[in-house]
T-cell receptor
């Protein structure tokens, strides 16, 4: 069964550094998402992306965050200047175009900010 | 705004016992409802989904869930729990359109004892 893949599985970064989290969505999916889960808390929506632009973003997704689909397969989340509170598990998800299709999640990238 | 409540933070059941995880939602219309499972260090795996039709839905790994509109509930059940079912379970609502984000509950951690 096709799956969403995320790399790296764990990223350790110094505070203030830029970090890029990578995702390869399922190949025929057209909607892409980033969520995050701070340790012990619920999964929170960050941003959705469709047709090469952001569709919706949450309050969390401030100017420090950006997303990009640089080629036909990758979908990236960039944090420009990381803060301690950015430490979390970041999940990428994708879904087909039809509205009744569920989102499929990757295994996540654990981001640790030192 | 839509919201999801999972009233039980942690549940412990004996292997072979039945299981019911509670989920209540708040939504303006009939939502799409999902249950995801997260094993330690893993991503979110879709267990089952409800879009319309039969209010009792079957999922993977022997799980089922029943949508009760009158109670705004979508409880997850399994008749006989296995030790491998120990994980975090998340109820989620949405999307009605292709790129509306999922709203997750805080999760219920299931422990299974011998």
């Amino acid at each position: 069964e096709p799956e969403v893949t995320q790399t790296p599985s764990h990223q350790v970064t110094q505070m203030g550094q830029e970090v890029i989290l990578r995702c390869v969505p399922i190949s025929n999916h057209l909607y892409f998402y980033w969520y995050r889960q701070i340790l012990g808390q619920k999964v929170e929506f960050l941003v959705s992306f469709y047709n090469n632009e952001i569709s919706e973003k949450s309050e969390i997704f401030d100017d420090q965050f950006s997303v990009e689909r640089p080629d036909g397969s990758n979908f990236t989340l960039k944090i420009r200047s990381t803060k301690l509170e950015d430490s979390a598990m970041y999940f990428c998800a994708s879904s087909e175009e039809a509205s009744n299709q569920p989102q499929h999640f990757g295994d996540g990238t654990r981001l640790s900010i030192l | 705004a839509q919201s999801v409540t999972q009233p039980d933070i942690h549940i412990t059941v004996s292997e072979g016992a039945s299981l019911e995880l509670r989920c209540n939602y708040s939504y303006g219309a009939t939502p799409y409802l999902f249950w995801y499972v997260q094993s330690p260090g893993q991503g979110l795996q879709l267990l089952l989904k409800y879009f319309s039709g039969d209010t009792l839905v079957q999922g993977i790994k022997g799980f089922e869930a029943e949508f009760k509109r009158s109670q705004s509930s979508f409880n997850l059940r399994k008749p006989s729990v296995h030790w491998s079912d120990a994980a975090e379970y998340f109820c989620a609502v949405g999307p009605l359109s292709g790129n509306t984000p999922l709203v997750f509950g805080k999760g219920t951690r299931l422990s299974v004892i011998a």
